[in-house]
């Protein structure tokens, strides 16, 4: 396309962003310069507003939007420990760890209706709601599954998953 604008001026690593359902954010995962810590930011499509949202002093990739733009969910760890899902409000507010795995826990996808985050685990794309319940295994280990995603108008009668 055309009409590509740089919205930071930083050199240091930023990746994986990805756009607010309604349009007014783009969260993305930066490195901070000298150190391995990444943490999730966020900016205006203009390039105004950009604020670090999480501050976990670790690592954190994959933000992922929640339906009603309030909420990211992405995956980050602290240290050596295996990498979790975590939740965090657009204000910064409200950081919740989702899963309690002991195995890395990658790649989280919101559900269209907000009620579950579709994510990659030990081979298997798992799902559990946004409060840390509910854990269910979709695929099995042996494929190797990873990237979750959902159909956003699934078919009359086919379920969303």
Known sequence: GTGGRRLTTDLAPEIEP??????????YSRRLPG?????????HPDGSGRRKLTDL??????????PDAK??????????KPFQLYTIG???????????AAEDAFEPAWSPDGQT???SRAGSIMTIDPGGANVSVLTDPDGN????????HPAEGEEQS
Not at 145 to 152: E, F, I, L, M, V
């Open 18 to 27: 990805a756009w607010s359902p309604d349009g007014r954010w783009i969260a």
């Open 35 to 43: 150190t391995e810590i990444r943490e999730i930011w966020i900016v």
């Open 57 to 66: 002093q670790g690592a954190t990739y994959a933000p992922a939007w929640s």
């Open 71 to 80: 909420t990211v969910a992405f995956s980050g760890r602290r240290g050596t």
């Open 90 to 100: 657009v204000d910064g507010k409200g950081l919740r760890r989702v899963t309690q």
């Open 117 to 119: 985050i579709a994510y």
């Open 145 to 152: 599954d990873s990237s979750p995603d959902w159909n956003p």
